[in-house]
């Protein structure tokens, strides 16, 4: 049986994650994007709540690189760029239009989805590949017993047990 858990040790620049710095009250997530959505109709959707200090939706490295058929390309040019992962993040210049932006688009159906847009957690070096995964766990150990085991080297964000099924 392989078990595996991540923890997340808490931390941002400024030692804060309770959403107290400017960038975490204008900074979102934007999850379960229509995959055909570009870039430029992500923007359009949010700039019509406030004004945008950027936009970005997430696309796939990998298929980016990809040589594709001129005919596939030229019915879709976003496939050039790669294959959007169905996520994105939005920073407003002001909190106002971020708390806007969640009051008025999460919920939204797009195409075949439901977006979800939610306040982004802070971006910091600190937490930048802080995901611990553990292996050879004994079957009955429960969650708060894996959390206590981990405690004392910092705050945990979240943590998961996953299991093989047998």
Do not use: H
Not at 16 to 35: A, C, F, H, K, M
């Amino acid at each position: 049986m392989t078990n595996a858990m991540d923890i997340v040790k808490n931390g941002s620049a400024n030692g804060s994650v309770d959403g107290s710095n400017d960038e975490s009250r204008t900074n979102l997530i934007v999850n379960y994007l229509p995959q055909t959505m570009t870039q430029e109709e992500m923007r359009s959707l949010f700039s019509s709540i406030g004004e945008l200090e950027s936009c970005k939706l997430v696309r796939d490295k990998v298929s980016g690189n990809l040589v594709l058929p001129a005919s596939l390309t030229a019915l879709n040019p976003a496939l050039q760029q790669g294959q959007s992962l169905g996520y994105g993040f939005v920073n407003y210049v002001r909190a106002e239009d971020a708390e806007k932006a969640v009051n008025t688009l999460n919920g939204l159906r797009l195409q075949n989805k439901v977006i979800k847009v939610s306040y982004a957690r802070p971006s910091s070096e600190s937490i930048k590949g802080a995901n611990l995964y553990v292996s050879g766990l004994p079957k009955n150990l429960s969650q708060p017993d894996l959390e206590g085991m981990f405690a004392s080297f910092g705050k945990i964000i979240t943590s998961r047990i996953l299991c093989d099924n047998i």
